[in-house]
């Protein structure tokens, strides 16, 4: 790097055109950090040539010009990996996205009678007819699905909850700390490998609103257990006059044992078993964007939607348009596996081999392995499903490679084993496979 400047750099036209863009101060950052990790990596007298790195800067500046998000070529494994932002929707449902933005919508106007509509009834009837609920309602997310209905109902009174489904999930949401914020008081019952049902009636008191159910999808306590199952519990509110909530937070709607997972409890199954009120996700194995679903008893869900905190949870029209249309997917025979979560589990060995052999044709040193994919996205913890992945030797180092990657216009993010690059094909998409043959040819 011997005479290179930083005016050399701002001089360069390329460069220069982002200033309008950036402003010169971001340039001036975008320079120094090339040339400080260059030269950490290439301390043994090893150099790039200025084109190199001058393309190095106007990723760089490209990355800082749009300054949001983009999109990242998932290559770790990980199905809903919550980093990577979970679920990506089906092609059908970002359709329905760009329908719904693009221009004006009936977002809150009844076309039929020319007045003020509800947002919440865009998604109720496919909502209820997908889950069998007899009402529903979208929130923003899960967690404030959870929120609101203890707002709702339990302020300044008690929610009983079985200690082994006191959760912290990712972001360090934890159950415990919702029901304070609530200004509802736990009661905790149970020990945390055994909990039985005279522990929720001996915990039952003039005081008690809400008898919660948390299903552990992140973790799992094995061995000598043993957990109140929903219907025992429903049969005790209904004796009590309490309310029985369960919050799945998976949001599965079809059997995951169909394709070689365990099988996760179903929204189905838990309104079968007579729960007043179920909560869960629509951005993990549901697959659709962010949002908190609850479904349940109309005489409830009308109460929640006179909560006036309602409007600060409420969800977005490009929300509820991708998530009608998800929804919409599963009314159809396989309807489903147009979503890209399911088409990556749909996707066999045989055709992840005959994928790895383009990538080990055309990469040298390549290599394909066997390896395990997870589902990721606070599900199924301890379940994985087998997969391939493309697994790459740098000869300058796999932690460096992996970051060029991620630094690359379109990142890519790799996993690192020791000295190598993983590169698991269950969650490349097979379109993408070109650009990261290409990406992996570029940095070797």
Not at 12 to 30: Q, T
Not at 382 to 409: D, K, Y
């Amino acid at each position: 790097m011997r005479g290179l400047s930083v005016h050399r750099f701002l001089s360069d036209g390329r460069i220069a055109a982002f200033e309008p863009l950036v402003g010169k101060g971001a340039i001036k950052n975008a320079i120094m950090q090339v040339l400080d990790r260059t030269r950490s990596v290439h301390d043994d007298g090893a150099e790039r040539t200025y084109e190199a790195l001058c393309e190095d800067v106007v990723v760089l500046l490209e990355r800082e010009r749009y300054n949001a998000l983009l999109p990242v070529i998932n290559a770790t494994g990980i199905m809903l990996h919550t980093n990577l932002g979970r679920a990506p929707i089906a092609a059908s449902a970002f359709d329905a996205m760009r329908a719904a933005g693009s221009g004006y919508s009936n977002l809150e106007y009844d076309l039929e009678h020319g007045e003020r509509g509800s947002r919440y009834a865009r998604a109720r009837n496919v909502l209820t007819e997908v889950t069998g609920a007899p009402d529903a309602m979208v929130v923003n997310n899960c967690a404030a699905a959870v929120l609101l209905i203890l707002d709702t109902f339990a302020k300044g009174r008690e929610v009983i909850v079985s200690r082994s489904q006191l959760i912290e999930v990712g972001g360090g949401f934890r159950l415990p700390d919702v029901l304070e914020r609530s200004g509802a008081q736990l009661v905790e019952v149970g020990a945390t490998n055994k909990v039985y049902l005279h522990d929720f009636e001996h915990a039952l008191s003039p005081r008690t609103a809400l008898m919660l159910r948390s299903h552990p999808s992140n973790y799992r306590i094995t061995g000598f257990t043993h957990e109140v199952e929903a219907p025992e519990l429903v049969a005790l509110g209904k004796r009590a006059g309490i309310p029985v909530v369960e919050d799945l937070g998976s949001g599965a709607l079809v059997d995951l044992a169909d394709y070689g997972l365990p099988h996760e409890r179903t929204v189905q199954e838990a309104i079968a078993d007579g729960l007043d009120l179920v909560t869960f996700s629509g951005d993990k194995v549901l697959g659709g964007p962010q949002a908190g679903i609850i479904a349940g008893k109309p005489h409830l869900m009308s109460r929640l939607r006179n909560n006036p905190l309602i409007r600060a949870l409420r969800v977005d029209k490009l929300t509820l348009a991708a998530l009608i249309e998800t929804m919409r997917l599963y009314l159809t025979p396989q309807g489903h596996e147009r979503i890209p979560f399911f088409l990556m589990l749909r996707a066999t060995l045989d055709q992840l081999n005959e994928r790895a052999e383009r990538y080990c044709d055309s990469i040298d040193g390549a290599k394909a392995i066997g390896t395990t994919a997870y589902v990721g996205g606070g599900s199924l913890p301890e379940n994985g499903i087998a997969s391939i992945a493309v697994s790459v030797l740098p000869q300058w180092g796999a932690a460096e490679a992996a970051q060029r990657l991620r630094c690359a216009s379109t990142p890519i993010v790799a996993r690192v084993e020791k000295d190598r690059l993983l590169f698991d094909l269950r969650t490349i998409a097979p379109h993408e496979d070109a650009q990261v043959i290409a990406a992996i040819q570029s940095i070797l």
